[in-house]
């Protein structure tokens, strides 16, 4: 088992700064892709940005040029400036784990879910 820990939302100012962290803990061998999704109230979860193992990463339109994704081997980390009230949402990781690997199975993989951490911009 897996388990994701979010920390680092809040309320925050328009044009304010905040730092998401993600941590993976459990039994698992590496950690593939992390990403950061989002949901706001009435829409559908979107990606905000996703990081590889090798560390290529991938923007959404909407933050590039805000947000840096980083990560470590077992962390992931979404620096948010220059917010928006439009950033507003359910932030959450996602992190595609490798579980273990054997002659039979080959590699088991799984994908994994934050429980969300609240970002709020507003005056």
């Known amino acids: 088992h897996v388990n994701l820990a979010e920390s680092g939302g809040g309320l925050v100012q328009p044009g304010g700064s905040l730092r998401l962290s993600c941590s993976a803990s459990?039994?698992?061998?590496?950690?593939?892709?992390m990403g950061w999704y989002r949901q706001a109230p009435g829409k559908e979860r979107e990606l905000v940005a996703i990081?590889?193992?090798?560390?290529a990463n991938t923007y959404a339109d909407a933050v590039k040029g805000r947000f840096t994704i980083s990560r470590d081997d077992v962390n992931v980390y979404l620096q948010m400036n220059s917010l928006k009230p439009e950033d507003t949402a359910v932030y959450y990781c996602?992190?595609?784990?490798?579980?273990?690997?054997?002659?039979?199975?080959?590699?088991?993989?799984?994908?994994?879910w934050g429980q969300g951490t609240q970002v709020t911009v507003s005056s």
């Open positions: 996602k992190m595609s784990v490798l579980l273990y690997t054997t002659i039979e199975q080959g590699d088991v993989r799984g994908d994994y």
């Open positions: 459990g039994r698992f061998l590496t950690i593939d892709s």
């Open positions: 990081i590889t193992s090798g560390g």
